[in-house]
């Protein structure tokens, strides 16, 4: 009996490196690389939870669903989105424009640092803040969903008007 025992460990450990490399292949095999050039971006309506007159346009996943996603917004000079925060992180890149977002719950415009393009911005979950831009801008936001947006003021919530 003690000399069985090493074939079968080894066995068994055989089996169950096959059963995960077959895994990786299958997870390999479904997996597809994304590429999404600039000027085929399609712009539409920004998603409710944010004040009128910002677009979207969605480059990888949602917002909504479950996993990563990667989406730009577009917003006209002057635009505020009032404080909230996300029960999850926000990683901000600027595309162009200036834009910038700051942390408080009241929005305090004279302390406003707009950030030029290639600039980024690290929101961590649950910190209330606010962002703004000060001319037409174009900002990247990766995260994983589901993505939440709280207002601080429920008043500010553009869904409950």
Do not use: C
């Not at 997996?31 to 910002?54: E, N, Q, Y």
């Not at 926000?90 to 004279?110: L, P, Q, Y």
């Amino acid at each position: 009996m003690m000399t069985f025992r090493p074939f079968l460990t080894i066995a068994v450990l055989a089996m169950a490196t096959s059963a995960v490399s077959m895994s990786l292949r299958v997870l390999a095999a479904e997996a597809h690389h994304t590429a999404v050039f600039g000027d085929a971006l399609k712009w539409g309506p920004a998603p409710p939870s944010l004040p009128p007159g910002a677009q979207a346009a969605i480059l990888l996943g949602s917002p909504a669903k479950e996993g990563p996603f990667v989406i730009r917004l577009k917003f006209p000079a002057g635009y505020i989105v009032p404080p909230h925060r996300h029960s999850k992180d926000e990683f901000v890149t600027v595309m162009s424009g200036k834009f910038t977002a700051a942390h408080g719950e009241k929005v305090d415009r004279a302390s406003l640092n707009f950030l030029p393009p290639g600039s980024f911005i690290h929101l961590p979950a649950g910190m209330p803040h606010y962002a703004a831009a000060d001319v037409e801008s174009v900002v990247q936001i990766n995260g994983v969903g589901p993505f939440d947006v709280i207002y601080v003021d429920p008043q500010d919530d553009p869904r409950k008007k």
